[in-house]
């Protein structure tokens, strides 16, 4: 008898616990589906779009990008699984009022969001690092103010018209609707991109062989970010313990620069080729390095070659020219195992918040620029050789500082580009970190790095036999001396020059002369003697674009002075990415 009780009681709880799941899922299924959907866009549709879209802009692969976001994509599901189960017991037990009222809450949230970040991101500020002025967009907060108090106040209407019970079944029904669709647009973009590939080569620069020399003979390239020539001088002459330091440089204040931007200025100064839209960035980039006439003459006079440049662009095997790389070819599978989750991921929240969040507080999300660095993501300990170059300039003044100097026979190439008087600009001239910069700022932040670059040199008896270029990559917008970027530093030493006082040359050079230059510089040349072929007059081009389009370059002349922006007119030619 009492077995045959146990298992009527067995029965009847199985029964019992069959109905509270049916009745659990009844009641939840929406608010699940609505989790879901909601994590997969921010962290797995969102993520692997971006990346497929940009596939070249990425170090890393999208197999090492789907592990990361995946995991995330799990952890904050979980989690949010947790507080709807909360929630859901918390309620009374017979009235479940409040769990769809929080139903319909959460859809609110997800829809808004979802419209926020795929169709109103036409707007969406610059991420170059530059400081973000948000209150430039005051009409894009009244948009975003708009979409929310239409989404509100639909969703109220609809409550009241097909009652709450229902709505909170229908809402799961539309973020099932979405969530097809956001499948469907994730697979087509997927099928249509090559970016499946593991990526054969990257080009990571790394510390190694910053403070090593020749006793003989040395070739270097100092590069400081976004300074505009005459901004530049203006600022040196003011600084009373620093204004002599270039006096041995022949200094050319008419130089034009190609390019406005450091992704298509860099590989012209180091390949004298003009990027004109051809290809994607890095992959034109690869292919103008492999053939670089300056790589080709170092390499032709026995140098060294090193390349410290954050966003050096050269993902080839042939890149195992440049000295200094990361081992990528026998040390592939270490840079993944050193990825930190919880560095990338921040990155990566950074980039959904900035995207998915109303216009009016997308501001706290925090983010500066969309680069997903190495140095940024792997884990690391104190600076060494094997670090990954850091281009900022208070890093590069310790690592100056820190490495020791060594003096090889063999003949060094250098290429070093620094964050310069780029925003942001959250140093002073001592390298310490301030919260309201400005350009002059950066410009103090730039004399003082060159000006501990040549003392290093100085004082290990290196100055005397390098060739020394101090120039910049592209100018800067407002600087107070220019209104326009193509006006770029650009100064000359050659080896064995010395002056009682800064040399000027009114040439009106562009950066595609810069070939010829570096040879006549290795021919024993002097830097007044340099660019002696152009003549007082002539026509030089600029390509006009913005920093988010890049998608059509606009062909500009002038036959006047670099910094004459108002003079410089269009030819008529615009160059489309047509790739």
């Known amino acids: 008898m009492n077995i045959e009780l146990n298992i009527v009681d067995d029965i009847i709880k199985r029964v019992q616990g069959s109905i509270y799941m049916k009745k659990y899922l009844k009641d939840t299924w929406s608010m699940y589906l609505i989790i879901f959907v909601l994590c997969f866009m921010l962290f797995l549709y969102e993520p692997l779009l971006m990346y497929m879209s940009n596939v070249s802009d990425f170090w890393f692969s999208i197999s090492t990008l789907f592990k990361m976001t995946s995991l995330l994509f799990i952890v904050i599901f979980i989690i949010m699984s947790v507080v709807l189960n909360a929630i859901y017991f918390l309620s009374k037990k017979n009235d479940k009022k409040t769990f769809k009222i929080m139903t319909i809450i959460a859809f609110v949230v997800f829809f808004s969001c979802y419209v926020q970040g795929n169709y109103l991101v036409g707007n969406l500020p610059v991420l170059d690092g530059s400081k973000i002025i948000w209150s430039d967009y005051k009409v894009d907060w009244i948009i975003s103010i708009v979409l929310w108090i239409i989404v509100i106040g639909g969703t109220i209407f609809a409550v009241k018209k097909f009652t709450l019970n229902k709505m909170s079944k229908y809402v799961g029904f539309i973020s099932l609707a979405i969530f097809l669709m956001l499948t469907v647009s ?18 990571l620069p790394t510390y190694k062989n910053i403070n090593k020399y020749s006793k003989d003979k040395n070739f270097v390239i100092f590069l400081l970010d976004c300074v505009d020539s005459r901004s530049f001088i203006v600022r040196l002459n003011k600084d009373i313990e620093n204004k002599d330091m270039l ?12 390019h406005g931007y450091t992704d298509e200025s860099v590989p012209l100064i180091l390949s004298g080729k003009v990027y004109q839209n051809e290809k994607p960035i890095k992959d ?8 670089s006439p300056l790589f080709k003459l170092m390499e032709d006079n026995n140098y060294e070659l090193n390349v410290y440049d954050e966003y050096f662009f050269y993902n080839d095997l042939s890149a195992e020219r440049i000295s200094n790389l990361y081992d990528y070819k026998n040390n592939k599978e270490k840079v993944y ?17 900035f995207r998915y969040l109303p216009s009016f507080i997308k501001k706290y999300s925090f983010i500066e620029t969309m680069y997903f660095r190495p140095r ?10 094997k670090s990954f170059f850091v281009f900022s300039n208070d890093s590069n003044y310790k690592a100056f500082k820190q490495f020791e100097v060594k003096l090889e026979d063999k003949k060094n190439f250098k290429f070093i580009h620094l964050h310069g008087a780029h925003e942001p600009w959250n140093l002073d001239k001592k390298f310490n970190k301030i919260k309201k910069g400005t350009y002059d700022t950066g410009l103090d932040s730039s004399i003082a790095i060159t000006y501990e670059y040549l003392k290093l040199l100085k004082d290990n008896n290196i100055y005397d036999n390098t060739n020394l270029i101090i120039m910049a990559d592209h100018g800067f917008l407002k600087s107070g001396y220019s209104d326009g970027r193509q006006n770029p530093l650009f100064l000359v030493k050659a ?12 040439k009106p050079i562009s950066f595609v002369d810069l070939d010829g230059m570096y040879k006549d510089l290795m021919d024993g040349k ?16 600029f390509l006009k674009y913005t920093f988010n389009n890049k998608n059509v ?27």
């Not at 697979?187 to 054969?200: F, G």
């Not at 006096?247 to 190609?258: A, E, Q």
């Not at 195992?337 to 918040?353: A, D, G, P, T």
């Open 337 to 353: 195992e050193n990825l930190s989750k919880f560095k990338f991921w921040k990155q990566e929240v950074k980039y959904i918040l």
């Open 284 to 291: 034109w980039a690869t292919e103008m390095y492999k053939d």
């Open 553 to 579: 370059m606009t062909e500009y002349e002038t036959k006047d002075k670099a910094w004459e922006t108002s003079k410089m007119y269009k030819t008529g030619k615009k160059f489309s990415k047509s790739w």
């Open 247 to 258: 006096k041995d440089f022949t200094y050319y204040p008419d130089t034009m620069s190609v």
């Open 376 to 385: 940024d993501l792997v884990n690391r300990d104190d600076l060494t050789e």
């Open 526 to 541: 002097k830097s007044k003697d340099l660019f002696i072929n152009i003549p007082d007059k002539r026509t030089r081009r």
């Open 186 to 203: 994730l697979l087509t973009t997927y099928l249509t991109t090559e970016c499946v590939e593991e990526k054969e080569f990257l080009s």
């Open 495 to 506: 080896a064995n020059e010395k002056h009682d006082k800064m040399q000027v040359s009114n």
